[in-house]
């Protein structure tokens, strides 16, 4: 969600600037628990508990000439791996938790727009994924603290290790992040992934390609004594639900997870399969025609095809809600999918949301008042008529439904219930904190409105009606006049 977007301009720190959400989503699924533990005795399975030992004081502060030279040791050993040069030595430097974090939270509170980050969290909530007390800022925060290793900071050009990190789990840090290294040397990375407007899913295929790369080149690595290659491992290896549980960070919610994870995993898949059939160089001649959308990251034969996203224009505002435009953005296809996975079986999820061919979000606000426009258009009627129904689970759920261990919603509303309640066309639902949810298809589109609803920090509280929803759900397919 726009979770995904800052997850994808955050961990894409990973990438570019911010922060890498490290190695883990992706090593833990493939099983190296002991290996990825390394000498620190943290369990491999508990990402958070290899995060908290306590730094501060540690005896493991390194000298940086010591980080200096595991850094250019890691770089040779990792750009002949990678079949790509580097062209200027990178910098490395010991650094406390503590300080990773402030590190983190200044890329977070300078790279994107305060007022996208507000946005983003009211948005995961009229769509009923985060509680009404969820801090999106906060919750990034969070999972930045127990998820991060080390990264690479392209305008310092400066490898930053985390103080407590060791052994094995080390090195795949290191070979991670200093692909990303040689990604921001060759391909300008920091420039690609700066914050733009409406460049969500354009922007979310580049960092998964990003991760992608630096995740497939880091599992050769880590399998070169086996002389086992990443694209020789099957890809159910990487699932997703293991990915997931690694990622065990209480109280956040299991949307911002998979957002988090799914770069990693559809870049390493797309990635492994270019790897399949023309070894790095078909990597890195990607590099050189960037996927134009994640539909591309998800489809290759969609990237080959070069079938492009279709620009939506602006859309209208309502009356019957708040009219000043906040945030807007291109969700696109992964982020759908990531969405989807909220109501239903992951396969269900994936269906719904191929045959994307553009969209368009925008959020609305006056203070308090919160609504959001999503227009979205699919290949063919079949296609939007399967995105209806993934919309109806969500619509027809109950609102603040519990969740079990893994943070799901207990029980999916079923595929016979969608479908009956969309028989007209359209479904609607008023919800009492998060204002109505209507969906309405127009042939291959869908128009769906959220909201508005009126939340703060004590409360949450409807301030909108079907009828006014589903009117203006129907007027987003019309053409604005042009402005002057
Ligand atoms: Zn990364």
């Not at 005795?41 to 010591?66: F, L, N, Y």
């Not at 639902?429 to 959220?450: D, M, N, Q």
Request: proline share 6%; charged share 20%.
């Amino acid at each position: 969600m726009s979770a995904v977007r800052h997850w994808l301009t955050l961990t894409l720190g990973c990438a570019l600037a911010a922060a890498c959400a490290n190695p883990q989503p992706s090593v833990a699924p493939i099983a190296i628990p002991a290996a990825a533990a390394g000498s620190s005795g943290a369990s491999g399975s508990s990402v958070a508990e290899t995060a908290q030992p306590s730094s501060i004081g540690a005896p493991t502060m390194r000298p940086d000439a010591t980080a200096e030279a595991t850094v250019a040791r890691a770089l040779s050993y990792v750009s002949r791996l990678r079949e790509l040069d580097a062209t200027e030595p990178v910098k490395g430097r010991v650094i406390t938790r503590d300080e990773m974090v402030s590190r983190v939270e200044h890329s977070l509170d300078t790279e994107i727009p305060p007022a996208v980050v507000k946005a983003s969290g009211e948005i995961l909530f009229a769509l009923g994924t985060v509680p009404a007390s969820f801090d999106y800022r906060l919750g990034l925060l969070q999972v930045m603290r127990s998820e991060l290793l080390g990264f690479y900071e392209p305008h310092e050009k400066t490898m930053f290790i985390g103080a407590d990190v060791r052994g094995q789990e080390l090195d795949a840090t290191l070979w991670h992040e200093l692909v990303h290294a040689l990604q921001d040397q060759h391909y300008g990375l920091e420039k690609l992934l700066d914050f733009q407007d409406d460049a969500g899913d354009w922007q979310g295929a580049v960092h998964a390609l990003a991760e992608g790369d630096a995740t497939s080149a880091m599992l050769d690595a880590l399998f070169a004594d086996k002389h086992v290659r990443a694209p020789d491992l099957p890809d159910k290896m990487m699932n997703l639900q293991n990915a997931l549980s690694a990622g065990s960070v209480e109280g956040v919610p299991a949307i911002i997870k998979r957002s988090v994870v799914a770069p990693y995993l559809d870049g390493l898949s797309f990635v492994n399969a270019l790897r399949r059939r023309g070894g790095w160089p078909a990597v890195t001649a990607a590099w050189q025609r960037l996927p134009a959308s994640t539909e591309q990251v998800l489809h290759l034969d969609k990237y080959d095809a070069h079938e492009a996203p279709e620009p939506l224009p602006p859309l209208v505002a309502s009356s019957s809600a708040p009219t000043q435009a906040v945030y807007s953005d291109v969700y696109g296809e992964q982020t759908l999918r990531i969405l989807f996975e909220e109501w239903m079986p992951g396969r269900a999820a994936r269906e719904a949301a191929s045959g994307w061919a553009g969209d368009r979000l925008t959020s609305y606000s006056d203070g308090d008042r919160t609504s959001v426009a999503w227009r979205i258009r699919y290949d063919n009627e079949a296609a939007a008529l399967n995105g209806l129904h993934a919309f109806a689970r969500g619509v027809l759920a109950p609102e603040d439904q519990t969740t079990d261990a893994s943070g799901r919603l207990s029980e999916f509303v079923s595929a016979a219930d969608a479908e009956r309640a969309t028989r007209t066309g359209h479904v609607c639902r008023e919800r009492h904190t998060r204002g109505p949810f209507a969906v309405l298809r127009h042939g291959r589109e869908l128009g769906v409105i959220l909201g508005p609803f009126r939340r703060n920090s004590q409360s949450a509280v409807s301030e909108g009606q079907c009828s006014a929803a589903l009117g203006w759900a129907a007027a987003l397919f019309t053409q604005p006049k042009a402005a002057h």
